[in-house]
């Protein structure tokens, strides 16, 4: 089951598991559902606290449910029921609530969060809105400005933050969940703490100086964005709709203008392009390396040094026995014969052979785009294992990494823009992604957009340069037939 129902004295609990981020999968909505309805039903429980297993509480929809026909019950409802509930109803956080998580938490009437909780609604990083009363229920706790800057933003907030702000009522020093949830729930049983239902909060005071200030700065920061301006229009709905429901109809038609967006499309399509760029197809038991040399010198040494010893990695500036593979900096030589893999350091826009580096012809190529915000494995002469194995290093020593081979997709949508006027970029980067794809140089052809927004500045909402160049040629194809 992936939501239960048990009581612990006078106290029934409803206990999310669905791992690994208990998403709000339909099993999980149907499922809370049932738990609450089992709880209401209990006579001998006098509160009801919500709860998840596992390293978080629920951290947003189920990504599997993308694309695919809604299944009721539909969380809005979900949320109007818990909401409902004529026991004072606890949620106990831990780890993340995001998103529907954060939502399911607003419709609870008393929220408890254990330390380095972090909370938010980054809807709009997918183009979209907060569609479960978000932008309904957070304004009504605290306050309109606040809610603009968090929801529009999409920002994590720390638990202490959030205890400030008014959207959780107390932060514990609990171990876990429950015993928070518990301590919580009699506390509110006894009159110490005073849950409320935060659909029947009066709308938050008009602040038309918030509204102004923050369309403002869409208007200069980000004007071809579609999202957030629909969630300034939803939050000036919670003010002026004379009911939580007249303000949650309007969310709803909000939200669904912005899931027929093309730039929700392009966003989700990156958002599944970020999951698994460091993955090559068909290789499977692959696992890190855990001794690695760092040969030279090189800011990024510095970034993996930090990470390495809570990814379990042992690092050394000179190769061991023990050494598993060799991470070379550029115009270093590597003076003794390595005996495992040598992955040699590129800045992007550097060609193979000019690196300075004595074993420029090494298997493993590592470019690193300017920004330092993700790096490319590229395999020029090695085994698909070999490489997976490198780059399951590199991502436990938090790098983001995309894999391709035989040659640098950055490099190659480098030198489109390179030799691209100002006003030909976007149209230069397409083209290339369409030859990059076309000889098989990425494995995938969303690697080449996850480059191409993360490192070179191809505008984020499109989705990435091949699949812009792919929709415009599909809609030719579909003009001439």
Not at 115 to 143: C, D, F, H, S, Y
Not at 344 to 366: I, P, Q
Not at 439 to 455: H, K, N, P, W
């Amino acid at each position: 089951m992936s939501v239960y129902y048990q009581r612990h004295g006078d106290i029934g609990v409803i206990q999310i598991a669905n791992p690994p981020v208990n998403a709000l999968g339909h099993a999980v909505r149907s499922g809370l559902v049932n738990a609450l309805k089992e709880g209401i039903a209990d006579t001998q429980a006098n509160a009801l606290v919500v709860l998840a297993e596992g390293r978080t509480f629920i951290a947003g929809a189920d990504i599997r449910e993308f694309g695919k026909p809604p299944q009721a019950p539909l969380l809005p409802d979900v949320i109007t029921q818990l909401e409902a509930c004529p026991k004072p109803l606890i949620a106990a956080l831990h780890g993340t609530a995001l998103g529907g998580g954060l939502e399911v938490a607003l419709g609870c009437h008393y929220r408890v969060a254990l330390a380095g909780t972090r909370v938010g609604l980054p809807e709009v990083k997918l183009g979209l809105l907060p569609g479960a009363g978000g932008t309904q229920r957070l304004p009504r706790l605290i306050g309109v400005e606040s809610a603009l800057e968090i929801i529009t933003s999409g920002r994590f907030v720390e638990a202490e933050e959030a205890f400030e702000a008014g959207i959780i009522d107390a932060i514990s020093n609990a171990q876990t969940p429950l015993e928070a949830g518990l301590v919580a729930a009699k506390e509110v049983l006894s009159g110490n703490q005073v849950a409320r239902i935060t659909g029947q909060l009066p709308a938050p005071a008009a602040n038309p100086q918030a509204i102004t200030a923050m369309l403002e700065r869409l208007n200069q920061d980000s004007p071809e964005l579609f999202s957030p301006f629909r969630i300034v229009e939803a939050i000036q709905a919670c003010v002026d709709a004379e009911s939580l429901d007249v303000g949650l109809r309007r969310e709803r038609e909000l939200f669904l203008a912005c899931m027929d967006s093309p730039q929700r499309a392009g966003l989700i399509h990156l958002f599944f392009a970020a999951r698994s760029p460091h993955l090559v197809p068909d290789v499977e038991n692959a696992s890190a390396f855990k001794h690695v040399a760092l040969i030279g010198e090189h800011p990024l040494f510095e970034r993996l040094q930090k990470a390495a010893q809570k990814a379990g990695i042992s690092l050394t500036s000179v190769p061991d026995d023990a050494t598993e593979l060799c991470l070379l900096a550029p115009n270093t030589p590597l003076n003794a014969d390595a005996s495992c893999p040598v992955i040699t350091l590129k800045e992007m826009g550097t060609s193979d052979g000019s690196s300075g580096n004595t074993n420029s012809d090494t298997a493993l190529s590592l470019i690193i785009a300017e920004n330092g915000h993700i790096v490319e494995l590229v395999n020029l002469s090695t085994e698909p294992l070999t490489q997976q194995r490198a780059a399951l290093t590199l991502k436990a020593l938090r790098l983001n990494v995309v894999v391709s081979q035989q040659q640098s997709v950055l490099n190659i949508l480098h030198a489109a823009l390179q030799r691209a006027s100002a006003s030909e970029r976007q149209a230069a980067l397409e083209q290339a992604s369409l030859s990059i794809a076309a000889q098989g140089v990425c494995y995938r052809a969303s690697d080449i957009d996850l480059l191409a927004v993360e490192a070179l500045g191809y505008p984020r909402h499109l989705g990435g340069p091949h699949r812009q160049a792919t929709l415009s040629t599909a809609i030719s194809t579909a003009k001439d037939a």
